[in-house]
């Protein structure tokens, strides 16, 4: 491919990717504090479900569900109180494991831009999960700390749980979906193929995560689980590289796997 074709191409999908990421970042906002809401509402216990606190789409801040999860526990409504915070997580999983369905079936192998539009939504899912779990499955507040206070569970279930599935997920993402992308969606281009794998996994580990930890959480020791996040940024980008054996290989499987739906 021509070194300045290559070049506007990329710049084109980078101006594509980023508006594809704010938009679905507010779509997965909204979904999670409404699943609060909705959630508490059916369970009887929030009167309104759209009575939500908007805060800030870009950097995801001050936003709130609007529950007064206090209230619960004060008035013997734990369970309810717990199924209302981790709710929106199942959702999240729920929409990844449909989403990457579709990318590693090969549906999605013919359609260059709903691969795309599949892969960030999972991308933008993926990330409030791990923001969670493993990143705040010790928190005293907020998602997990509600539900493991309304059950009376120990922190350490959740941990577990949710770390195994969110490395399993990451799996699939990372080993059976992303070659897919540096096919379909890539073409061929390998800077475009960087730019998918730089910007995934700044999403996934210090924009939705990293960042998050260190900046709020500070001075709370608890700060230092956000290093995590870069650390995983950096194995992400090493092990997951476009010019790796295995993801070479990968790649081959899913062209073979296109001309085999022709």
């Not at 192998?109 to 705040?136: G, Q, S």
């Not at 350490?156 to 897919?180: C, D, E, K, Q, S």
Request: proline share 4%.
């Amino acid at each position: 491919m021509n070194i300045d074709k290559e070049i506007k191409n990329a710049v084109v999908y980078l101006l594509i990717m980023l508006a594809t990421f704010i938009s679905f970042q507010a779509i997965v906002i909204l979904i999670h504090e409404f699943t609060h809401s909705i959630t508490a509402y059916l369970l009887g216990v929030m009167p309104d479900p759209f009575s939500i606190v908007w805060g800030n789409f870009f950097t995801m801040t001050c936003w709130d569900e609007g529950v007064q999860y206090s209230r619960l526990w004060a008035t013997g409504f734990g369970v309810e109180g717990a199924i209302t915070g981790i709710m929106p997580l199942v959702v999240h999983a729920i929409l990844i494991i449909c989403g990457l369905y579709l990318l590693i079936s090969g549906i999605l192998l013919k359609n260059k831009w709903a691969f795309h539009l599949v892969f960030w939504f999972i991308i933008v899912n993926l990330m409030e999960l791990f923001a969670y779990m493993p990143m705040r499955a010790f928190s005293l507040h907020g998602d997990t700390g509600n539900f493991n206070h309304g059950l009376g569970l120990d922190p350490w279930l959740l941990f577990i749980f949710g770390t195994t599935l969110v490395l399993v997920l990451f799996y699939y993402l990372l080993v059976r979906a992303m070659p897919g992308m540096y096919v379909v969606v890539a073409d061929g281009s390998r800077l475009i193929k960087y730019m998918i794998l730089c910007f995934s996994a700044f999403v996934l580990f210090i924009w939705g995560s990293g960042l998050r930890v260190v900046l709020y959480v500070y001075p709370d020791p608890q700060w230092m689980i956000g290093l995590l996040g870069f650390a995983a940024f950096g194995l992400v980008i090493w092990f997951c590289r476009p010019d790796m054996p295995w993801v070479i290989e990968a790649e081959k499987r899913v062209t073979e796997a296109g001309k085999s739906a022709n």
